[in-house]
């Protein structure tokens, strides 16, 4: 079994900066591509970043090319978002998940391309 737990989150002025982070269980983390969704109340689940096995490729939604960074330690089977210049637009949970068999493309951005999801973590910013 794998999981995610999902921290950082938190009230934020529109403008200002949060990062969050992902802790992983298992051996294997490595071997997932991760990535970080979103939802806002009313709405679906969607994309914001994904980043390769190794680190080396990200992918982005528009919205938040320029502001948001996503960056893994496989050392400490660890994944971030940093976020900066938020907008009250990024209200939302924020949700991490791991996939077994992603590749560099358009399935980093599917929700049913991921095996495991953490719980998710509150991102509220204020105008």
């Known amino acids: 079994q794998v999981q995610l737990v999902e921290s950082g989150g938190g009230l934020v002025q529109a403008g200002g900066s949060l990062r969050l982070s992902c802790a992983v269980s298992?051996?294997?983390?490595?071997?997932?591509?991760m990535g970080w969704f979103r939802q806002a109340p009313g709405k679906e689940r969607q994309f914001v970043a994904a980043?390769?096995?190794?680190?080396?490729?990200?992918h982005y939604t528009d919205s938040v090319k320029g502001r948001f960074t996503i960056s893994r330690d496989n050392a400490r089977n660890m994944v971030y978002l940093q976020m900066n210049s938020l907008k009250p637009e990024d209200t939302a949970v924020y949700y991490c998940?791991?996939?077994?068999?992603?590749?560099?493309?358009?399935?980093?951005?599917?929700?049913?391309?991921?095996?495991?999801w953490g719980q998710g973590t509150q991102v509220t910013v204020s105008s």
């Open positions: 998940a791991a996939g077994r068999t992603i590749n560099y493309g358009y399935s980093v951005k599917v929700v049913d391309e991921y095996d495991y």
């Open positions: 298992g051996r294997t983390f490595s071997s997932y591509a």
């Open positions: 980043t390769s096995r190794t680190g080396l490729s990200t």
